[in-house]
């Protein structure tokens, strides 16, 4: 066999290990074919991050349960999109509307979870989803939207969904509004594991911090880097800043083009954006290639009222 062939053939076999590990990622039998997510649960339909909005996207008929997480004073893992009770959803103990003057002010970092119970978040009209049901509701435990989520697929039956979990903390507000990343890491894969789902946990993020200690603390656990829509930095960049390769890219919709999605899927990267809220949009996306698509209103993608 002459040097030339031997060299043509070992580049080959190269070629083909990297496509099969590639392709493997991308088809993970683990992860949905095509990955319906419910934002917040179902943002659109039912107050965001709360016990109602999680069991209607079930109903619905997501692949996906997309969730918020943020840490109380005594160490207890909570479903909220801000470190805070935020205005625009928030009724207080007297019964009065929380004001954007005072939001940052109702830190959850410095409430015991007993405390943020005196907190509705489903009563006040929401002012960008007007088809929201109203209703009495708070921000409730990671473990406990879990073991109900568990309870109705036993009962139910059918293919088991996966969780969606964003850490919500910054560089900025370590200390302050939540724990540092190893700390916030390691409260929240306490539930994860206890609660024995760890394989049907996605963990996503805008820090990168925390991905990085999620993938060095505990290699196997799925991983989505978030990216923002003014987010300049070109897809190697941003892979660079992270460190490795995340299972899944989650990027603003608006970046998504089919050449952005090739690239994802040529390095074994899933690609799912967010917040898709039109059927032409998500048919745009759908076009495009995408993974899957993180809604508001998941009922447009299952089509179940």
């Excluded at 006040?124 to 989803?129: G, L, V």
């Excluded at 990168?208 to 300049?232: C, G, S, W, Y």
Aim: net charge neutral.
């Amino acid at each position: 066999m002459s040097k030339f062939r031997e060299v043509t053939e070992l580049l080959l076999l190269v070629a083909l290990i990297f496509a099969c590990h590639a392709s493997k990622k991308i088809t993970d039998p683990l992860l949905p074919a095509f990955d319906i997510e419910g934002h917040r649960g179902c943002r659109g339909l039912m107050p965001e991050n709360t016990l109602p909005a999680m069991m209607k996207a079930l109903e619905l008929g997501v692949t996906t349960l997309e969730m918020d997480a943020v840490i109380t004073k005594d160490k207890q893992v909570i479903l909220s999109h801000e470190p805070f009770f935020n205005h625009e959803i928030t009724t207080g103990p007297d019964g009065k509307y929380i004001t954007e003057q005072d939001e940052r002010k109702l830190n959850i970092y410095k409430m015991t979870y007993a405390q943020t119970q005196t907190y509705d978040v489903g009563l006040k009209p929401h002012p960008r989803f007007p088809n929201q049901r109203r209703l009495k509701a708070t921000k409730p435990l990671l473990r406990e939207v879990i073991e109900n989520v568990e309870a109705y697929h036993k009962l139910k039956g059918g293919p088991q969904v996966f969780y969606n979990i964003e850490t919500k903390t910054q560089p900025a507000t370590d200390g302050t509004y939540h724990p540092a990343p190893e700390e916030f890491v390691k409260t929240l894969m306490n539930v994860i594991h206890g609660e024995k789902i760890g394989e049907r946990v996605i963990i996503q993020s805008f820090d990168f911090r925390t991905l990085q200690v999620i993938h060095k603390r505990f290699p196997n656990m799925k991983t989505a880097a978030l990216v923002e829509d003014f987010d300049k930095r070109t897809l190697t960049e941003q892979l660079n800043a992270l460190g490795f390769i995340p299972t899944i890219y989650s990027p603003a919709y608006s970046l998504v083009t089919p050449e952005l999605v090739i690239k994802c899927h040529e390095q074994g990267i899933k690609v799912i954006p967010w917040t898709v809220n039109d059927k032409e949009s998500i048919d745009k996306m759908k076009a495009a290639g995408v993974d899957g698509i993180i809604s508001d209103y998941p009922d447009l993608l299952t089509n179940k009222p």
